[in-house]
């Protein structure tokens, strides 16, 4: 039997995905320039989704609105809040109720414990150090993951830094997932990079946008 949030955890989950984003009536609505946001209508139940389709919370899977159909796309997340996350690609097959990506065959993640994960295999496990001293510092709130895809190989990114491992087995039309779970709060970033995409890979595209 599914258990579904209570209601206080619905409002500290709404409280924090908008913490920092202010409604003012004042300012006139200007029409987003990027489409691609985070799709409403393929999210988990218990996941929100809110900041103009760009922040996810809750508990559960959300996709982007669009596919990676370009030959080299790039996209970053930002772990706003810390709790349990998964940052990766999977296509609309992907249970949406599940909390952690890499879970199931249809999704590739890499997840909050540092382990790239696919079809409940750990594939990775990747080392984060905090510089000089090189102790293991870990993917801290506020860090951001970079996201590329050629079609041959998914690699990821912390803060502009390349993991050393690309998972190479990523087949079916895929899209940016996102999954959260214990109160974690991510933000896509879909064009304006904290990062420069390595060479040759761009933001995601519509299809039409490639003809």
């Known amino acids: 039997m599914q258990i579904t949030m209570s209601t206080v955890s619905v409002f500290c989950c709404l409280r924090g995905c908008l913490d920092g984003f202010k409604f003012n009536p004042s300012v006139p609505h200007l029409p987003r320039e990027n489409p691609i946001q985070l799709d409403t209508a393929f999210m988990g139940y218990e996941v929100v989704i809110v900041k103009g389709g760009q922040r996810v919370c ?3 899977a959300a996709l982007g609105n ?3 159909v370009q030959s080299k796309s790039y996209f970053e997340v930002k772990v706003q809040q810390g709790g ?3 940052i990766g690609l999977s296509t609309r097959q992907t249970d949406l109720s599940l909390t952690k990506g890499g879970m199931d065959e249809f999704s590739w993640c890499l997840c ?3 382990i790239i994960r696919h079809n409940k295999q750990e594939l990775y496990k990747i ?3 905090n510089g000089s001293s090189g102790e293991i510092a870990g993917i801290q709130e506020g860090d951001v993951i970079g996201v590329s895809f050629d079609h041959i190989q998914l690699k990821f ?3 502009g830094t ?3 491992y690309g998972v190479t087995n990523v087949k079916g039309t895929v899209y940016p997932a996102l999954y959260v779970d214990d109160g974690a709060i991510l933000d896509i970033i879909l064009d304006n990079f904290n ?3 390595p060479s040759g890979f761009e933001k995601i595209m519509l299809e039409q946008s490639l003809l």
């Open 58 to 60: 809750g508990a559960g």
């Open 66 to 68: 669009a596919p990676l």
């Open 84 to 86: 349990s996350w998964s």
């Open 112 to 114: 909050s414990d540092h």
């Open 127 to 129: 080392n984060i150090s």
């Open 157 to 159: 990114y912390v803060n």
């Open 162 to 164: 390349e993991i050393d």
């Open 195 to 197: 990062y420069s995409p």
